[in-house]
């Protein structure tokens, strides 16, 4: 019966795949532009966003009691992307057919030891990519002859990619002998996180935003990080520089190397041996406090930057 049990949770563990900043983190970012917005400029997004297909079905489904559903449905589009999976929208062909484009663009790094180069240069990306996407959708948000749908659905994409490619794990896939075509952005990379469980690194990074989906948890901490002077400090020089959709995701790779997986010696078990048992669950290796709490001020400085180019984007358009 235990057994079960815990080969239960190994499985709801492990089916946790990639999604990006979970849906409270994009939801964050989306009201610090929301709130960066002039009431002229909400209006346009709000009724552009009348015009997505799935503006009632998804949309505004569900608005929480005593929020403006406006301001909802501009949160709500920022996660769209990720709601139209099939496997979150349990299949439906009307909504996972909007499942077109990828989330990330998983630029490849090896370990230091590891010596045959020739599996960064033959590294192969699929096309069109999330930086591509990403720039398309600018271009058709912007573009006033596109008709309001295109324009309704590029600007949930604009607000998602922005902000997945802000994400660190985003923007870099470790390579290896083993697995010259990557491992899934860190997706099957296990470790222990501060609350003792064993998670992949890829949704540690997707989780740090939190998981509290309510709207007081949100408003409150995109008001934080955004009155956040240190943090905007912090990010200042970033963005300054970095002016591109491709310098921002090498910001992205180079956190995600240097930080995240520490220049590639940051321990983690193969989420294959783990289930096949050659790992013990006590072999896991443990995040550190440290890294823990650095990995923290971390999304906060990519939450703050997704929103504040975010906004730069929205304000060429209305
Ligand atoms: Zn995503």
Known sequence: ???????????????????????????????????????????????????????????????????????WAFLTAAVWPDMVRPKRSGGSDEISKYDLYPHAIGYPFMRPAETNHALIEHFFIKRPDAEMVLSNSFTTLRNRDASPRDRAVSLCWVLHLCGDLHQPLHGANLVTEKRPRGDDLGGHHMVIDGHGRMVNMHSFWDSLPGVDGAYGYIAAQAKQISGDRKLKDATRKEFEQDKTIASW??????????????????????????????????????????????????????????AERELVVLKQVW
Do not use: C
């Open 1 to 71: 019966m235990l057994r079960t049990v815990f080969s239960a949770l190994l499985l709801l563990v492990f089916t946790h795949s990639a999604e990006a900043w979970n849906g409270v983190g994009h939801r964050i970012i989306a009201e610090m532009v929301w709130r960066g917005l002039t009431k002229a400029e909400r209006r346009e997004a709000s009724e552009l966003l009348k015009q997505h297909p799935h503006y009632k079905l998804i949309l505004t489904a569900d608005v929480p009691r005593g929020v403006d559903k406006d301001e």
């Open 249 to 306: 995701v090498q910001e992205s790779f180079r956190l995600a190397v240097g930080f995240s997986y520490s220049g590639g010696n940051l321990p983690f078990a193969h989420e294959s041996d783990v289930k096949a048992g050659k790992v013990a669950h006590e072999q896991i290796p443990k995040l550190s406090p440290i890294y823990i709490s650095e990995a923290h001020g971390i999304a906060r400085r990519r939450l703050l930057l997704a």
